[in-house]
């Protein structure tokens, strides 16, 4: 048995807040009452000295619960259990694991064969009775300590695996609510699946984020809530995905030293007693949150707009009372296009305000559509002038104001204090007009097959591209283009780049101090206007693989049955334009989009060296750029005729690239296009006068195509 000094702690009269009914302090060996029910708020552990934290996930919202005088050392391993309602955890004075109860109150539990060493990671899991812990390293590994005082192995620590077998960079792992599995990221931002009585693990993705991910969360639904060291930002993956992503979900505290643990049968935000205030906005906005909507803690109840604040369970939930608490907001003046407004903000106190316009009318707040930004407040009544943008659509839309202490906010996710406020208002016609392609809420679909000149296996799924394109013009002239859109597939071994030229726009009418790029909603430092170029060509992605993965077991992204995954490439583009650029003189939709080779990257056996930039694919009959080496035609199976204005086709007139007006399901993989839609050849072979419905769910093979 291993042994150990107990320190002579006083009774500690200051209980943990979260979920308790009366305590009956322990003194003397007498064992103090657990928490009476599951609780919704987290557990967090910090600093050498330890402190524990109640922390709102929803928001990020953290009081400290531990008493001034708790005087316990470094602790790590933080686990909460369902099957006794206890907290337990590593700590480093005692060299074992201890039971923490509701009071604070610190107990030693003796551990046959413990190593010499700390355990940083564990949790107990929620379908056994048992305590997991593990540390990489050919001496240590993954360690189960029976919990259940009933079994013969109680308290017994055995080792499942080392950590050689099982060698990962993780800082912490959660319990799922009821798989029997253990999850845990990695500091590249590898989700993986620990089968604990096997000792195995399986990468389930990358989540796209990085770091020391020293908190690690579960909720009832199988969300996995991940809080990284350095900035305290809080992401949520969800784990029933194909392909698990993480999205920012709120800000929360930040430690070199971090350990966490919540009750993973638990809603994560109250039903009974709720602390948080919500949007109401359409869900579509971001408002409930399941979509991660825009959120506050109401904290101590000192930061708002205008008279009060109520919380709430969920966006659009019944709070109990007949108070509207949208009163902060008073909209001075009108809204009209290109102009600017006027609005009163009414604060309960200093603060800071960022606000959102859906000038498009698109049911959702883009980034670009941010009218203040990290505006600072004071208490009482602020006068705040924002422009209203040139190419906002005139009718009903909506508007989000968000008041809190963190200066910059996005238009959804948590934040610990403050209040958010949606209002439904009309923006009034200023003698703009907006054209959309296809439509002001639908979505076209490029689809390219990337073996030109040869013909390849023609699945025109190599690059698969969803967009949606948006002009904006007054007295004849044009004003803003917009270009969105997202990467649905690649279904291709060489890299390609994406882009878009706009024929008839040349590169200095293009106003660059005021445009704007986005990819994944993250603002882009550079516009990625093409430099040395006389025409306006935008580098949407220079390697579209940089910016997607292929799922686990899989080749490509989006293309192979049993491989589908949620979009991960996402970009929007505001191009506004220096003055008196003629509507006239600049082509119709679709403009021109074209892919072309990843600089340092093989094609086909036509090509004797990496082509890069010099090598482009067009839609059929539409010339390539400027930066297109003009004797690349007429290889292969290619029978451009470029003197006839004939492009990017073969002899029987079949393309390298199609547009469709429409949300379309692109063939898997190695699926000849016939396969798939069997009216595509006649189509194109009668210059599109039978069967101009080809692409069509209807006229589709359904199971030769990609469902998601």
Request: proline share 4%; hydrophobic share 35%.
């Amino acid at each position: 048995m291993m042994k150990y000094t107990t320190k002579n702690k006083a009774v500690k009269t200051v209980a943990l807040t979260l979920g308790l009914s009366s305590l009956v302090l322990a003194s003397n060996g007498i064992k103090a009452e657990p928490f009476t029910q599951c609780p919704t708020e987290a557990f967090l552990i910090q600093d050498k000295l330890a402190n524990l934290y109640g922390v709102q996930l929803a928001t990020g919202f953290y009081e400290k619960t531990s008493p001034v005088d708790w005087g316990q050392e470094k602790m790590n391993a933080l686990a909460f259990s369902v099957h006794d309602n206890y907290l337990y955890a590593f700590n480093y004075y005692y060299g074992t694991i201890v039971r923490i109860n509701a009071n604070h109150e610190v107990t030693p539990i003796t551990i046959a064969n413990m190593p010499d060493k700390g355990f940083y990671v564990g949790d107990i899991s929620v379908t056994e009775n048992a305590y997991y812990l593990y540390r990489p390293g050919s001496a240590l590994g993954l360690y189960r300590i029976s919990l259940d005082e009933n079994s013969d192995d109680y308290l017994a620590m055995k080792k499942i695996v080392n950590g050689s077998s099982l060698n990962h960079a993780i800082y912490d792992l959660a319990f799922h609510p009821d798989n029997g599995f253990a999850y845990a990221v990695d500091r590249w931002g590898n989700l993986w699946k620990i089968d604990v009585q096997a000792g195995t693990s399986e990468k389930l993705s990358n989540v796209g984020e990085a770091g020391t991910f020293g908190a690690v969360y579960f909720d009832v639904t199988g969300n996995l809530y991940i809080s990284r060291n350095g900035d305290g930002h809080i992401f949520r993956v969800n784990t029933n995905w194909d392909y698990p992503v993480a999205e920012f979900f709120a800000y929360g505290p930040s430690s070199s030293n971090n350990d966490g643990a919540r009750c993973a049968l638990a809603p994560i935000v109250s039903q009974d007693a709720p602390t948080t205030d919500f949007g109401d906005a359409p869900d579509s906005y971001g408002s409930s949150i399941n979509n991660n909507g825009a959120r506050h803690d109401v904290g101590d109840g000192t930061l708002f707009l205008g008279e009060s604040v109520v919380s709430e369970p969920n966006a659009y939930a019944d709070n109990g009372t007949e108070v509207n608490d949208n009163d902060g907001i008073q909209f001075v003046t009108g809204i009209e296009a290109g102009k600017t407004a006027i609005v009163d903000i009414t604060a309960s106190a200093n603060g800071f305000v960022n606000a959102w316009l859906d000038s498009d009318k698109d049911g959702e707040f883009d980034t670009d559509e941010q009218i203040i930004t990290a505006e600072a407040v004071n208490a009482g009544s602020n006068i705040i002038a924002y422009d209203v943008p040139t190419w906002s659509e005139p009718g009903s839309t909506w508007t989000r104001f968000r008041l809190s202490s963190q200066e910059s906010l996005t238009a959804v996710g948590g934040v610990a204090d403050g209040e958010v406020e949606d209002y439904k208002i009309d923006i009034a016609e200023q003698d703009v007009t907006a054209t959309h392609y296809p439509s002001a809420d639908g979505w076209a679909t490029l689809a390219f097959e990337d073996n030109w000149p040869l013909v390849g296996d023609y699945d025109m799924n190599d690059v698969v591209v969803r967009y949606r394109l948006s002009s904006y013009e007054a007295d004849g002239n044009l004003m803003r283009v917009k270009i969105e859109g997202e990467i649905v597939a690649i279904g291709a071994s060489y890299h390609n780049g994406f882009a878009f030229r706009i024929p008839g726009l040349l590169r200095d009418e293009v106003d660059t101090g005021r445009a704007s790029f986005h990819i994944n909603g993250v603002k882009q430092n550079e516009l990625p206007l093409e430099a040395d170029k006389n025409e306006a060509i935008l580098i949407i992605a220079d390697d579209l693989w940089d910016f997607v993965t292929p799922g686990e077991d899989c080749k490509y992204y989006r293309t192979e049955a049993g491989c589908g995954s949620n979009i991960q490439m996402t970009f929007s583009l505001e191009i506004p334009l220096e003055a008196n650029v003629s509507k006239a003189a600049v082509a119709d939709f679709p403009y021109d989009p074209f892919i072309f080779a990843s600089s340092g990257h093989q094609r086909n056996y036509l090509f004797g060296e990496a082509p890069g930039r010099r090598f482009e694919i067009h839609l059929k009959n539409q010339a390539p750029t400027e930066a297109f080496q003009a004797n690349f035609f007429e290889r292969g199976d290619d029978a451009s005729i470029p003197a006839q204005g004939n492009y990017y086709l073969n002899e029987n007139g079949m393309p390298w690239a199609i547009n469709i007006p429409y949300e379309w399901q692109h063939p898997l993989e190695y699926m000849d296009i016939k396969y798939a839609y069997p009216n595509f050849h006649s189509f194109v072979t009668s210059s599109g006068e039978l069967n101009i419905n080809w692409f069509t769910v209807e006229n589709s093979n359904t199971n030769n195509v990609f469902k998601h």
